[in-house]
């Protein structure tokens, strides 16, 4: 098709203008200069805060524990036994779960930052070697992959593997160079694909690689990695690299998955049930693709600046918020949206990307209950989808799940979910989110500070630290707390000059929150700006400040009469003790028991039945919450395993006739009948139960002994 589509003026990038020696700092816009004659220069976007370089932020706390676990765990170890990682056609094996190729990228786009996040020598051994392994086999025409074929080769997989490329390229300076001139010659390559009729990203008879169109969906999944390409290394190739982001939209267009027509109000669905009779494409009610698409119109707002993509990232926010957001802070799709009923499920994947997306977003929007929501999955649905140990995990997690086996009935209340779904094990359903999962907290460590105007801000609060470089001067800031269980944080800070540092406060903190300053000993009310940062004027050397975030247990009234309860930014559900068997993990697709080639000792499905001693079946008066605080503030780890949290809730509670539903709890009744007297219900952290109820219906009671 040529590049027609493009003004003379971009045709005509000045290769001198591409140098690296041209790079300026990290929180100054980017300029390319399009043509000589006319002066034409494109400002690539930048963030309202942009982010630090990954390796500059380390977990502290109860989070460095969890990464721990994690490198310890599935995530750190699927390179050593499992088969879509460690006998992966991208390491010249022959172990795929999908003509998309994308298990190994999706590993290696969670390993890289888990890798450098922690300084971990092992796992920084296993991205070493499959970047070198990818690189040494780059293909003498650009393309990065195992794939020979056109109609084999498909950009998407690709994506993440741009992704991993350019942390890793960002984190081991060592490797830049030749990280660069990899993915030069690959943008190369895709450009002169997506020329010709947009090969590898539409589907074209006899093409093999994406045959229901994911990788349309998912496309502007490459603007990140070569956006980044352009502002800080372009090497003369300043035409392509933009030619081939605006080829991928054109794609889009072409092939009608544009996000831009469905983030729309009316458009957008409120519900969908099948079979679906709706004008869009299916690709956009699947939830991982949205919680992907939510990046969609501010990838293309990066090079156009067009004010109405960032307005249009706001109303998609907002839509899927009203619509489809889990009471635990994730998409309710089972794997596609349908409805808000808390049995349906919300997948693994989605939640991983959620949480990067709404990151992504948050540094070009800068509102506060952006950052509120990443905070709610990261502490709640995320963590209720793992295991403790971190060897195990849940494909689709359910707001009321009482058990956590293999369901019997057929057809089930899932859309695209096999019975195993809610099972904890290591492929319960498709094996995305096996290989996808390891993200999650490190992209979320990566984006809790950000850079300011005039210094840094803690975002994403945690226990953590970060060394970076303002005013020209090493700043050292290191925050302790227990937060989310506590929401005290104490930050220690070494600042090489004068600069500002700033700190997010929550949305549900209340106004009798306090502070003391640098250089003060009284506490302050917290007095934060228009976008909730409560700013203090570092000086040179030492100081030290002390946040007490105060706040009350919150009720999330939702559809039918039925509510869910928080404190702080944790969601609390029902604690129901329970019997837990581990048996040998069964393959995703249902055939069997896995052999031993692809497990190992630590590898099993779980199987957790409740015990009895507490009804799952209940219903709440929200008008009676005890907060229940245990005095001792040293965290257990793993601090997300049952009844470790130091904090619970005492809720008034009884028993009603709940019905099932396909072998699981069916909708909350909206006018329950008791079936018990009204009792004491204790209540845990969501990310700790792993079965639990957190959705369930309102009545009043008479007054309860909470004590």
Not at 311 to 337: C, M, N, P, Y
Request: glycine share 6%; proline share 7%.
């Amino acid at each position: 098709m040529g590049s027609s589509i493009f003004t003379k003026a971009l045709a005509a990038t000045l290769a001198f203008l591409s140098t690296p020696s041209l790079a300026r700092p990290q929180d100054v816009p980017r300029q390319v200069v399009l043509d000589r004659d006319t002066e034409n220069i494109l400002t690539i976007a930048q963030p309202v805060y942009p982010s630090v370089t990954l390796g500059s932020i380390k977990p502290r706390g109860w989070l460095l524990n969890e990464m721990q676990l994690s490198a310890d765990g599935l995530a750190g170890n699927m390179h050593d036994f499992y088969r879509f990682v460690q006998k992966s056609m991208w390491l010249g094996g022959d172990s795929e779960y999908s003509t998309l190729h994308e298990s190994a990228p999706y590993w290696f786009n969670g390993l890289v930052p888990l890798a450098f996040t922690l300084g971990n020598s092992r796992l920084e051994s296993q991205v070493s070697s499959f970047l070198d392994y990818i690189l040494e086999h780059q293909a003498d025409d650009g393309w990065l992959g195992p794939e020979t074929t056109p109609q084999t080769r498909g950009l998407w997989g690709r994506c993440y593997i741009l992704l991993g490329l350019m942390q890793y390229a960002e984190a081991d300076k060592g490797q830049t160079d030749r990280i660069v001139d990899a993915m030069h010659r690959y943008v190369e390559l895709v450009h002169s694909m997506l020329e010709d009729n947009f090969t590898g990203l539409i589907i074209k008879e006899g093409d093999v690689f994406d045959s229901d169109g994911f990788g349309l969906a998912r496309a502007h999944e490459m603007h990140i990695p070569l956006i980044w390409l352009l502002e800080n290394y372009p090497r003369n190739n300043s035409q392509i690299i933009l030619e081939t982001l605006n080829l991928m939209i054109e794609g889009n267009k072409e092939a009608n998955i544009d996000w831009r027509d469905f983030w729309v109000e009316g458009v957008y669905p409120e519900v969908v049930y099948a079979p679906r009779a709706q004008s869009y494409s299916w690709l956009f009610t699947h939830a991982v693709n949205m919680a992907e698409g939510l990046r969609f119109p501010l990838a293309i707002y990066l090079t156009t600046k067009d004010e109405s993509l960032k307005t249009q990232t706001r109303t998609a926010v907002d839509l899927l918020a009203k619509w489809h957001k889990s009471v635990a802070g994730t998409i309710i799709g089972d794997e596609f949206i349908t409805d808000l009923n808390p049995s349906r499920g919300a997948e693994l994947c989605t939640t991983a990307e959620l949480m990067f997306s709404l990151a992504f977003i948050y540094q070009y929007l800068g509102d506060n209950d952006l950052a509120d929501w990443v905070e709610l999955a990261a502490f709640n649905a995320l963590p209720g989808q793992m295991s403790p140990n971190w060897w195990a995990h849940q494909y689709v997690q359910q707001e009321n799940q009482p058990w956590s086996r293999q369901l019997s009935e057929q057809p089930q209340m899932w859309q695209n979910v096999g019975p195993r779904g809610n099972v904890f094990g290591l492929e319960p359903n498709y094996p995305c989110c096996t290989v996808n999962h390891p993200q999650a907290y490190p992209k979320f460590v990566a984006n809790s500070y950000v850079r300011t105007g005039d210094g840094i801000a803690h975002v994403l609060l945690s226990p953590s630290q970060i060394s970076t470089t303002v005013n020209g001067a090493v700043q050292n800031i290191v925050a302790d707390t227990t937060y989310p269980f506590g929401l005290d944080i104490t930050y220690t800070i070494t600042a090489g000059s004068d600069f500002a540092f700033y700190v997010r406060v929550p949305s549900w903190a209340n106004p009798s929150s306090t502070y003391t300053g640098p250089g003060s000993n009284s506490k302050e009310p917290i007095s934060p700006s228009g976008q909730s940062l409560q700013k203090f004027d570092i000086p040179k050397g030492e100081s030290t400040i002390s946040i007490s975030f105060q706040t009350d247990p919150r009720v999330e009234y939702r559809a039918n009469n039925t509510a869910a309860i928080y404190y702080g930014p944790l969601l609390y559900s029902l604690a129901i003790d329970f019997n837990e068997t581990a048996i040998q993990p069964w393959a995703y697709d249902g055939s069997g028991v896995l052999d031993s080639s692809t497990t190992t000792e630590h590898t099993h499905d779980h199987i957790i039945e409740p015990t009895g001693e507490v009804p799952w079946n209940i219903a709440i008066d929200p008008s009676q919450i005890k907060v229940v605080q245990n005095q001792n503030q040293d965290l257990p780890s793993p601090v997300w395993d049952y009844g470790a949290p130091p904090i619970e809730l005492r809720v008034a509670a009884v028993e009603i006739d709940w019905p099932l539903a396909f072998d699981s709890a069916a909708d909350p009744p909206s006018q329950p009948t008791l079936t018990g007297k009204a009792f004491s219900a204790r209540f845990v952290p969501f990310g700790s139960a792993k079965i639990h109820m957190a959705h369930l219906p309102v009545v009043q009671l008479e007054l309860v002994d909470l004590s």
